[in-house]
Nanobody, 121 residues
């Protein structure tokens, strides 16, 4: 299973960006998906996570009421709508997914390569 992020870039403070993550592969079923970020000199942190059906979400306190996570299970895509961006949101954002290979019933966890989000003043 491969995850590829898109939608990052440079945005002014107060602006918005929408990140996308496309999952590809064969014979897999994804359960929980999430977005993480890592700012320079800091540890990677969870930004938001979403359950397999999309009915349950979790957010870091720093992004609550500004970011929205969603997923499209038909397209195998994960999204992160980021509004009211702040300078401190600058980081590399990573997509993460855990699930099962259908044929072997083995668990997997995969990460995307990361995408840069830079918020300027």
């Amino acid at each position: 299973v491969t995850l590829v992020e898109s939608g990052g870039g440079l945005v002014q403070a107060g602006g918005s960006l929408r990140l996308s993550c496309a999952a590809s592969g064969s014979a897999f079923s994804i359960n929980t998906m999430g977005w993480y970020r890592q700012a320079p000199g800091k540890q990677r942190e969870l930004v938001a996570a979403i359950s397999s059906g999309g009915g349950s979400t979790q957010y870091a306190d720093s992004v609550k009421d500004r970011f929205t996570i969603s997923r499209d299970n038909v397209k195998n895509r994960l999204y992160l709508q980021m509004n009211s961006l702040k300078l401190e949101d600058t980081a590399v954002y990573y997509c993460n997914a855990g699930g099962l290979f259908v044929l072997t019933d083995k668990y997997f966890e995969v990460w995307g390569q990361g995408i840069m989000v830079t918020v300027s003043s």
